[in-house]
């Protein structure tokens, strides 16, 4: 598999959370590579690193941020931008990956995939659990 940028293996490692949410009795890699495949997406090791540590640490990373939603309950926020969100907390909690960049790369990514406005709530929340892990 040839080399592909962080940001390419954010946006996989999304799009499979995005869909591991609706099947998730599937073995983690044997779903990540089944869904890269049926989707076309260039995988990569870092993008299953960014999926797996979120199927690792799923209930810490949703309870920080259902805990920064502020007025939102967990449940109303868009799949899309929860598993965007997902992604980014993990990246902040639990890896060295310096806080602006993992904000910077997740609101980009909201950009192409989510709402206008979804932008704004994303980095609110993002910069909230940054800020508690500080």
């Known amino acids: 598999m040839s080399r592909i940028s962080r940001r390419a293996s954010r946006e996989c ?3 499979v959370l995005y869909s591991y949410e609706f099947q998730s009795d599937v073995p983690r890699r044997e779903f990540f590579d089944m869904t890269c495949e049926q989707a076309e997406l260039d995988g990569g ?3 299953f ?6 199927c ?3 209930d ?3 309870s920080a941020i ?12 868009a799949r899309v931008s929860l598993a965007i969100m997902r992604l ?8 060295e990956t310096p806080a602006a960049i993992a904000i910077n790369e997740a609101i980009e990514i909201c ?3 989510d709402g206008d406005e979804a932008p704004s709530f994303i980095n609110g929340v993002l910069n909230s659990i940054a800020k508690s892990k500080a």
């Open 88 to 95: 980014c907390t993990y990246e902040l909690l639990y890896t």
């Open 45 to 47: 090791d870092f993008a």
């Open 66 to 77: 259902a805990d920064n939603l502020h007025g939102w309950s967990f449940k109303r926020v």
């Open 13 to 15: 490692a999304v799009k």
């Open 49 to 54: 690193e960014l999926f797996n540590g979120f």
């Open 111 to 113: 950009k192409a995939y």
């Open 60 to 62: 810490a990373i949703d």
């Open 56 to 58: 690792e640490n799923a």
